[in-house]
C-alpha cells in the first residue's frame, strides 16, 4: 500500500511538472509570436509620421515644381494607399516605394534653386531622414523578433506545439537593392 501511495504521488508530480513544461512552451510561443506584432507596430507608427509628412513636402514642392505634378500626385497615391492597408506585406512594399520617391522628390529638387534656398524643404528633409534612422532601428528589433520566434517554433519540442498552433516560419524584412544604394545627401 505505501508503495502504491509513492507511485500515486511521483505520478501526480510527473503529470503537475509535464503540464507546467507545455504551459511553459505555450505561452512562450504565445509571447514570442506578440513580441512581432509588437515590434511591427513600432515601425507603423514611424511610417505612418512619415507618409503624414507627404502632404507637407508637397505643400512646399508643389511651388517650385509645377511641372513635376505626375511625381507628386504618385507620392500622395502611395501616401494614401499605405494608409488604407491592413495587410503587414503590402504596407511593407508600399513603404519601399514611399522611400524611393522621396529620394526621387529630394534628388529633383536639386533641379530648382528657389527651392533648395529655402528652410522648408531642408526642414522636411532632416525630418524624413529622422524618421528614416528610426525605421532602420526598428526594422531592425522587428527582424530580431522574427529570428527569435522562427528559432522558438522550430525547437524540439516546441515545434510540436507550433504546428499544432499554426504558427508557421516568417520572413525577416529585408533591405531592397535600391534601398542599399547611396548617392549622399544632397540639398
Avoid: C, W
Wanted: glycine letters at 4%.
Amino acid at each position: 500500500m505505501t508503495g502504491t501511495i509513492i507511485a500515486v504521488v511521483i505520478g501526480v508530480i510527473l503529470l503537475i511538472a509535464t503540464g507546467n513544461y507545455l504551459i511553459n512552451i505555450y505561452n512562450k510561443l504565445i509571447m514570442l509570436n506578440k513580441n512581432i506584432e509588437k515590434s511591427f507596430v513600432n515601425i507603423d507608427v514611424l511610417l505612418k509620421q512619415r507618409a503624414d509628412e507627404i502632404p507637407n513636402l508637397i505643400k512646399v514642392v508643389k511651388q517650385s515644381m509645377s511641372y513635376e505634378q505626375e511625381m507628386l500626385n504618385g507620392l500622395t497615391a502611395l501616401r494614401t494607399q499605405y494608409l488604407n492597408t491592413d495587410n503587414i506585406n503590402e504596407k511593407i512594399k508600399i513603404s519601399n516605394e514611399i522611400t524611393s520617391a522621396l529620394k526621387t522628390v529630394f534628388a529633383v529638387s536639386e533641379n530648382y534653386p528657389d527651392l533648395k534656398a529655402g528652410t522648408s524643404l531642408l526642414n522636411l528633409q532632416q525630418r524624413v531622414s529622422q524618421l528614416e534612422d528610426h525605421i532602420a532601428d526598428r526594422r531592425e528589433f522587428y527582424n530580431e523578433s522574427v529570428n527569435m520566434y522562427n528559432i522558438g517554433i522550430l525547437e524540439f519540442p516546441d515545434v510540436i506545439f507550433s504546428k499544432l498552433m499554426g504558427y508557421r516560419e516568417k520572413s525577416l524584412l529585408e533591405i531592397t537593392v535600391k534601398e542599399k544604394e547611396y548617392d549622399g545627401i544632397q540639398f
